[in-house]
C-alpha cells in the first residue's frame, strides 16, 4: 500500500507508531496511508526551520519573488497530475480540482510582487536631523493546519504569502488527502527555495497541539470548523502566538422577486452543489422574497437539480463526485434526516444514493428541501454536503435578517436587478463576503477572504496585503545621526505636532 510520510529535512526518524488510511471515495476503497506525527516530529521540522529562516528572510525580496515565480511554473506544468492526485483522494471531479489549484496559484501569482508589497514608509525630517521610518520583517516560523476541502488552494493561500515575506513555513495538512500538499513543497524546493523553508507535517489532534503549544512557531492560520477555530485561536493566543482561525459557515443566496431566476437557477446548482457541497463558501441555503418567487423557483429548481449528474471523480461528465469519507456520508444524510424530522419538506431526496459499478462509494444525490425555518437545528448549523435549503422570506427586511442574525458569517449573496436594494443589502448585512448576483463571493487575490462571527476568529484575514501584514511584524525606526558637535545644539527632542 502507499504510504505518505512527512517532508521534512532529514525524514521523520523511523516507522511512524500510528497511520491514517486514505480512501478512494469514488470506490470505497483505502488507496494508502499517512504517518501521524508527533511532537518529536515537529520538532525535528522546527529545528530545520530555525537554521534556515534566518538566511532566507535576509535574502533579496526579488530573488525571494524568483523563486515563487518558478514555483508556479512548475505548478502550472504540473497541474494535470496535481489535479488527478487532488480529485482520487478528495473526491471532487478534475475539472473542480484544477479550480482548487488554481485559485491557490492566484495568490502565489501575488507573492511573485512581494518587493512591491514589502516597501516600508519613511519620513525624512520628522525633528531636527531625526528621520522615521518603517519595515515590516518576517515573524519567523509560521505553521498552517489546513481542512481537507481544498488541499491545494488553502495550503497555497497561507504560505505563499508567509514565504514569499521571508518566513519558514510548517503545513499540517488534513489527514484525508495529504498527497497534494506534499508534492506542493517538493515543487517548492525544485524552485530553489532552501532545504527547510517549506516542511509538511501529518498529524491529528496530538500534531495540532503540538503545534500550538511550540514555543518557537509565531503564527499560526487554521481553516476548518468552528469550534476546533475557537479552540486553536483560544490556546495559540494564550501562548501568545498570532493566530488566524476561520471557521464555518451557512451561507445565504437572496432571491428577490426581480432576480432573473433562470440565472440564479444556474448558479445555485453549482454553488450548492459543486464540489458535494464541501466548501465553506458553497451557497447551501437559498430565501427567496415572496410566496411566489417561491414557487416559481422551486418550479425551475426540481428539473434543474433532477438533471445533474454525480459521478466518480475522474468522470469529466459528471457535475459533481462523492464526499470524501464514509463517515462524512453518514453524517450528512443524518443532517437530511434530522431535516425531515424537524418538519422540513424533502422535495428531492439523495439519501441511499448509489452509483452503477461503483456501489460502495460515498456518494450523496443532490437534495432539496423546502420549508426550512431558522428554529430548525439543520439550518442552524453546517450540513457541509450536496444539500439545498429554501428558507423563505416575507420581505426584504426578514432576507437581510436571516444572514445577519445566523451564528456564521462567512459569506452571502444577493439575486436583482435594483441597483439600490443590492446597495443597501451590501452595506447592513452583518457577514464578511458578499456578492451581488455573484453566488460565491471568494475575493481575488489582491483583496484578502475572512468571515465574521463563528466564521472567523482573530483580526486579519487570508492573503492580499492582509495575509502581508498578518505574516510579518512592523518595526519603526527613529534615526538621527550626530554633526560632531560639542555644544548640545543638535540634542535629541521629541518630534511634536508643534
Not at 417561491?294 to 418550479?299: F, I, P, T, V, Y
Amino acid at each position: 500500500m502507499r504510504q505518505v510520510d512527512h517532508f521534512i529535512v532529514g525524514g521523520a526518524g523511523g516507522t511512524a507508531a500510528r497511520t491514517h488510511q486514505i480512501w478512494n471515495p469514488s470506490t470505497g476503497e483505502v488507496q494508502a496511508q499517512v504517518a501521524l506525527g508527533d511532537a518529536a516530529v515537529l520538532q525535528r521540522a522546527v529545528d530545520a526551520a530555525k537554521q534556515v529562516q534566518p538566511a532566507w528572510a535576509a535574502t533579496n525580496p526579488q530573488k525571494r519573488a524568483r523563486v515563487m515565480f518558478e514555483f508556479k511554473r512548475l505548478v502550472e506544468a504540473n497541474k494535470q497530475a496535481l489535479a488527478e492526485l487532488l480529485a482520487s483522494e478528495h473526491g471532487k471531479v478534475v475539472e473542480d480540482a484544477h479550480g482548487d489549484i488554481q485559485r491557490g496559484l492566484e495568490v502565489i501569482e501575488y507573492a511573485c510582487g512581494i518587493p512591491e508589497a514589502l516597501k516600508g514608509e519613511y519620513t525624512p525630517g520628522a525633528g531636527p536631523g531625526i528621520d522615521v521610518y518603517s519595515l515590516r520583517v518576517p515573524l519567523g516560523i509560521g505553521a498552517g493546519i489546513t481542512p481537507f476541502n481544498f488541499p491545494a488552494m488553502i495550503p497555497m493561500w497561507m504560505f505563499g504569502m508567509a514565504i514569499a515575506a521571508g518566513n519558514a513555513f510548517i503545513l499540517k495538512p488534513s489527514e484525508r488527502d495529504p498527497s497534494v500538499p506534499v508534492r506542493l513543497a517538493e515543487l517548492m524546493l525544485e524552485a530553489g527555495a532552501p532545504e527547510g523553508v517549506l516542511q509538511v507535517v501529518h498529524g491529528d489532534k496530538e500534531m495540532v497541539d503540538a503545534i500550538l503549544d511550540h514555543p518557537d512557531i509565531a503564527g499560526i492560520s487554521f481553516v476548518g470548523s468552528s469550534d476546533v477555530a475557537q479552540y486553536i485561536y483560544g490556546r495559540g493566543t494564550a501562548g501568545g502566538k498570532r493566530v488566524q482561525a476561520f471557521g464555518g459557515a451557512k451561507n445565504h443566496g437572496i432571491v428577490l422577486p426581480d432576480a432573473d431566476l433562470d440565472q440564479v437557477v444556474n448558479d445555485l446548482a453549482g454553488a450548492a452543489f459543486g464540489s458535494a457541497g464541501e466548501r465553506c463558501m458553497a451557497l447551501p441555503v437559498v430565501v427567496p422574497v415572496g410566496e411566489d418567487t417561491a414557487e416559481r423557483l422551486k418550479e425551475k429548481l426540481i428539473p434543474a437539480i433532477h438533471a445533474l449528474r454525480v459521478g466518480v471523480s475522474n468522470d469529466p461528465e459528471a457535475h459533481y463526485g462523492p464526499v470524501v469519507t464514509p463517515e462524512h456520508k453518514a453524517r450528512v444524510e443524518q443532517w437530511i434526516s434530522t431535516a425531515e424530522a424537524e418538519g422540513g419538506e424533502i422535495v428531492i431526496d439523495g439519501r441511499g444514493f448509489t452509483l452503477q459499478g461503483h456501489e460502495k462509494g460515498f456518494f450523496i444525490g443532490p437534495t432539496l428541501i423546502d420549508h426550512v425555518t431558522p428554529q430548525m437545528t439543520s439550518y442552524q448549523e453546517e450540513i457541509f454536503g450536496p444539500v439545498l435549503q429554501i428558507v423563505r422570506a416575507r420581505d426584504f427586511e426578514e432576507a437581510l435578517r436571516l444572514p445577519s442574525e445566523h451564528q456564521y458569517g462567512n459569506g452571502v449573496a444577493i439575486f436583482t436587478r435594483n441597483g439600490h436594494a443590492a446597495r443597501e443589502f451590501a452595506a447592513r448585512v452583518n457577514v464578511g463576503m458578499v456578492g451581488i448576483n455573484v453566488p460565491i463571493p471568494v475575493p481575488v487575490a489582491y483583496h484578502s477572504f475572512g468571515g465574521w462571527k463563528r466564521s472567523g476568529f482573530g483580526d486579519t484575514d487570508q492573503y492580499g496585503m492582509e495575509g502581508l501584514r498578518f505574516w510579518t511584524r512592523l518595526k519603526k525606526v527613529t534615526q538621527r545621526w550626530p554633526d560632531g558637535g560639542g555644544d548640545g545644539s543638535n540634542a535629541f527632542i521629541i518630534p511634536t505636532m508643534g
